[in-house]
């Protein structure tokens, strides 16, 4: 299937890394031109490299902390005057805070909620004057489910939830489609679960154990969700919580 994703214009936050690094990668294959962001400046030199060898687009990138609304704002801003346009957005930082004490709300509201509306309402603009325009948050199935992350975590990733089907209900009309992705646990190197393997073994078996496929996903896997439902390809799909857990949740999503 060619996802039409050719020449345009795309943001990933988080690009250096597991999923979004994943993405990154996954869209500038398909002939995106890519930007990132990460908090990291040598991890996102290191990438924007590759990702202009990987396809011989072009691609950018700077050091942007998303809970910094201002910074980020000024980032999207430049790279949308720069590139004279942006078609695809992907939000995809997280506080990962899944404590209860008041530092874990006030990261996950900054991160995960306030860094996505930032940047969502930078790239608008440049979002209407595209043919193309998409805006995908990364969400989890802790935002649909009671989990060991239930919380200030949990909470936010539903609330993304909300908030991007009422953006797709919102911009339809102006042929804007937001959708969230919500994937399982996904397990890569340096990420959260391998520290919990070896950090916290019990609960790792425990998740582990939850998942009918007795494994946990891959990077790879959540970005060839995403690249397809930011893409033309899904043109009629905006509002969808495209849940990407292998058969983790038992819920039934209505």
Request: net charge negative; proline share 2%; aromatic share 6%.
């Amino acid at each position: 299937m060619d996802l039409q994703l050719k020449g345009l214009k795309a943001i990933v936050t988080g690009g250096t890394k597991g999923i979004g690094l994943a993405i990154a990668r996954t869209l500038a294959a398909e002939g995106a031109e890519v930007a990132i962001c990460a908090r990291d400046q040598a991890a996102v030199d290191v990438t924007v490299s590759a990702l202009a060898e990987l396809s011989g687009a072009r691609a950018s990138g700077a050091a942007v902390d998303v809970s910094d609304g201002a910074a980020l704002k000024a980032w999207v801003e430049r790279i949308g005057s720069e590139w004279s346009g942006l078609d695809i957005v992907v939000a995809n930082v997280s506080a990962l805070a899944i404590g209860n004490d008041i530092q874990s709300w006030r990261k996950e509201f900054e991160t995960d909620l306030l860094g996505t509306v930032n940047l969502v309402e930078a790239a608008m603009p440049y979002l209407e004057a595209s043919r193309a325009a998409s805006i995908v948050a990364i969400s989890s199935v802790s935002g649909r489910e009671i989990d060991f992350a239930a919380g200030p975590y949990g909470v936010f990733k539903a609330a993304l939830v909300h908030y991007m089907q009422g953006l797709a209900n919102q911009l339809a009309s102006k042929g804007i489609r937001a959708n969230t992705v919500s994937p399982g646990n996904v397990y890569f190197e340096g990420g959260v679960w391998d520290w919990i393997e070896h950090n916290d073994a019990a609960l790792f078996e425990r998740a582990l154990a939850l998942n009918p496929t007795g494994r946990m996903g891959r990077p790879q896997e959540i970005a060839n969700a995403v690249a397809f439902i930011a893409s033309p390809a899904a043109s009629f799909v905006s509002g969808t919580n495209f849940v990407v857990d292998g058969a983790l949740t038992r819920g039934v999503q209505l």
